[in-house]
């Protein structure tokens, strides 16, 4: 009998013993990450169930393993100059460099030593912060990222904000209004959203609110009349210390397109998450008895079924914050904002292989430590977690 | 002929795929992405055919003739020209195919590695287990579209290269999933049954477990598929992938870009055209998840 080959019985009680035997919510969380940003699937690593384990030990545990990641990420970074074929010091001194610079940079990377010893080298410099110079600037590398970072936090910050602004609000007024029209909208709205090219949406949103109605600047994070006094290199704090609010107008003014473009991709996850687990807490039976006492709608929902509702969320929220970083590299691209993924793209387009090697080593340091806090708060947050 | 069409539509005798079928039919997200994906592949087969003009073909007495509806377009090139006269609809027809390649090649490395990898740790357990796994959580440590476009970086800009380096950051996605899905499988009765009865453990892993760790994996398949077309998109927009003069959709805008003041159609139809494709992956994708197991549906 072919048909007996999918076993359903056996599966529907697996998942029953899933879902309830262990924390169902970081099914998400986990697979969330980079390319599926639509999947829930699969389950999670045994790392992130924390059943049993005492709070501080479990913090001081995930906090403990980043360094392997890091160790690993510098491991990868370092292979793939390694692994790429031509000799290196002139792949990160570039074809102009001088014979005698050439011998300096072998000495300095080690290349007449074996591998492991280069990696070695390698490492030691990672920690003293040292990423070389740049070849067409010979600007110091941690210097150009460190004076970019804050442009990239700025405009992920911006971002997420609106993301979290419409998205939560989509999610929930979805689940509270099911099989609605507007839930059919909005969730229709957010599938187109996460498969929209996000730097083909910024032009387009270049082409009609810049060129088209004039509303808001094509590119840059600040019009070159305007004074502002930099302080921090987060534009919007600055202006607003500086009580600069001329300044204040034309920053928010460059933020806001890049930031609606940049936008998309979590309010649409966020908004189908909010959803989902709205629905998922309006079934249990405390928003029955909330209900069967007489409270209104609006109360059962902010009051009661909010809080539960939104802890899943608060981990996707952290986990797309990472892919902002990271995803940053298009839009900044798009509207010349000048942030770590424009210059890494600079880097990758004049093949400079010691912007290459820092930018991606300090982005993906930047990302594992935003995981790391997501995960941490995430168990703060839910206790139902380590009280299993 | 006849006797075989019933065979496989009686639901009785006929075998299991046409259940699923069936369900993902009914299920009205999976039909819409059924038709997307059906037209795309149509475009994608059939181009040399359906396609008005040579895709690559330089017209220099054409250049940026806007779409048909605009003003001075003519019904010569429906959707328009770009700079060096070329018919946006054709390259669009032509670019399906790119497309699509990108996503068999890409997802076809994810589902092969992936699956080996995956199985490999999820049956044997222990340090092979550990190793394979740290190195995928390595992979996932850096944000996805980052670790494309370096690995582009080092090994040469092309098409062939973006098709390997998604391949490359998608592969943990599924061998986390079949991992999971085999380890599941392996505490079942068959499982013990089969050894019994004295099957190697390759026997049991190909000829068993597999086979029913199939559902979440072309689940996987169907919304990685929209996700390599959109990554390979945009290492195409940023230089990376395609290069001219490929009809590729992200290079298309790319190259739509720099005369967006003088010809917005340059940049605006590849947009759709991409947002189409990868949607239907995606509506697919989740009628597949709701059709195949509904344990997953979030």
Redesign the interface.
């Given at each position: 009998m072919?048909?007996q080959?999918?076993?359903k019985p056996?599966?529907?009680t697996?998942?029953v013993f899933?879902?309830s035997g262990s924390p169902g919510q970081s099914i998400?969380s986990?697979?969330l990450?980079?390319?599926?940003?639509?999947?829930?699937?699969?389950?999670m690593?045994e790392r992130n169930c924390i059943a049993g384990v005492p709070m501080t030990g479990f913090i001081i545990r995930r906090s403990l393993l980043v360094i392997?990641?890091?160790l690993?990420?510098s491991?990868?970074v370092f292979l793939?100059?390694a692994?790429?074929p031509g000799d290196p010091a002139e792949l990160l001194l570039g074809e102009r460099a001088t014979e005698q610079s050439l011998e300096a940079m072998r000495e300095y990377l080690g290349l007449n030593e074996p591998l492991y010893v280069q990696y070695g080298l390698f490492l030691k410099r990672l920690v003293k912060f040292d990423l070389g110079e740049t070849i067409w600037t010979r600007q110091r590398v941690s210097r150009e990222i460190m004076e970019r970072f804050p442009a990239t936090i700025e405009l992920s910050l911006a971002a997420m904000f609106l993301a979290c602004l419409f998205g939560v609000t989509l999610g929930i007024v979805s689940a509270a209004r099911q099989y609605s029209a507007f839930d059919y909208l909005s969730m229709v709205g957010s599938?187109?959203g996460?498969?929209?090219?996000?730097?083909?949406?910024g032009?387009?949103l270049?082409?009609i609110f810049s060129?088209g109605l004039g509303w808001f600047p094509v590119s840059g994070r600040l019009s070159i009349g305007t004074d502002l006094t930099v302080i921090t290199r987060f534009y919007v704090v600055d202006a607003i210390v500086t009580r600069n609010w001329k300044a204040l107008w034309d920053v928010l003014h460059h933020l806001a397109l890049p930031a609606m473009a940049l936008s998309t991709i979590p309010m649409a996850i966020i908004a189908?998450?909010t959803r989902?687990s709205m629905l998922e807490v309006m079934r249990q039976d405390y928003i029955k008895t909330a209900r069967a006492k007489g409270l209104s709608e609006a109360k059962v929902i902010f009051k009661h079924a909010l809080r539960n509702g939104l802890i899943p969320v608060i981990t996707v929220i952290g986990l797309q914050f990472?892919?902002l970083?990271?995803?940053a590299?298009?839009t900044e691209?798009?509207f010349a904002w000048p942030g770590v993924g424009k210059w890494?793209?600079e880097g990758?387009?004049k093949?400079d292989y010691m912007v290459?090697q820092g930018g991606?080593m300090m982005?993906?340091a930047a990302?594992?430590l935003v995981?790391t806090i997501v995960d941490i708060l995430y168990a703060v947050i839910n206790p139902r977690i380590s009280v299993k | 002929m006849i006797r075989l069409l019933n065979r496989l539509t009686d639901p009785e005798t006929r075998?299991?795929f046409f259940?699923q079928l069936e369900k993902l039919v009914r299920n009205r997200t999976g039909l819409a992405g059924l038709i997307i994906i059906t037209f795309f592949v149509f475009c994608a087969f059939f181009a040399p055919l359906i396609s008005p003009h040579n895709p690559i073909e330089n017209a220099l007495y054409e250049q940026l003739k806007p779409p048909v509806w605009a003003p001075g377009g003519s019904a010569k090139n429906i959707l328009g020209t770009d700079d060096l006269g070329r018919d946006i609809l054709s390259r669009l027809i032509y670019g399906a195919r790119v497309s699509l390649m990108v996503g068999v090649v890409s997802v076809g490395i994810a589902v092969l590695l992936g699956t080996f990898l995956g199985s490999i740790a999820g049956s044997l357990r222990g340090w092979p287990d550990n190793l394979i796994?740290?190195?995928m959580?390595?992979?996932?440590?850096?944000?996805?579209?980052?670790?494309a476009?370096?690995?582009v970086?080092?090994?040469g800009p092309g098409l062939k290269n973006a098709m390997i380096a998604i391949g490359v950051?998608?592969i943990p996605?599924f061998a986390?999933?079949v991992r999971?899905?085999v380890?599941?499988e392996m505490e079942?009765d068959?499982v013990l049954a089969a050894r019994a009865a004295g099957c190697r453990r390759r026997r049991i892993l190909f000829n068993a477990v597999l086979?029913?760790c199939l559902a979440?994996i072309i689940?996987?398949a169907s919304?990685?598929f929209?996700?390599a077309i959109?990554?390979a998109?945009?290492l195409s927009?940023?230089?990376?992938g395609a290069q001219p003069p490929i009809p590729e959709w992200?290079a298309m805008?790319a190259m739509?870009?720099s005369m967006?003041?003088r010809a917005?159609w340059v940049?605006?139809f590849?947009?759709i055209a991409?947002?189409l494709g990868?949607?239907g992956f995606?509506?697919l994708?989740?009628g597949l998840?709701d059709a195949m197991?509904?344990?997953?549906r979030?």
């Open positions: 072919a048909r080959r999918g076993s056996a599966r529907q697996a998942a899933r879902v998400v986990r697979e990450f980079g390319l599926p940003r639509l999947c829930v699937i699969g389950a690593p392997p990641t890091l690993g990420v491991i990868v793939l100059l692994v790429t599938l187109v996460v498969s929209m090219p996000v730097f083909w949406l032009l387009v270049i082409l060129i189908r998450m989902s990472g892919v970083l990271g995803g590299i298009l691209t798009v890494l793209y990758v387009t093949r290459i991606t982005v993906a990302f594992v995981n | 075998h299991p259940d796994m740290r190195i959580d390595i992979i996932l440590a850096f944000p996805g579209i980052l670790l476009i370096v690995i970086a080092y090994l950051i998608s996605h986390r999933i999971a899905s380890m599941e079942k068959y086979p029913n979440p689940v996987q919304l990685g929209g996700a959109l990554d998109a945009g927009f940023l230089g990376l992200g805008i739509g870009r967006i003041l917005w940049m605006t590849p947009g991409i947002l990868v949607l995606n509506l994708g989740d998840r197991d509904p344990r997953l979030d």
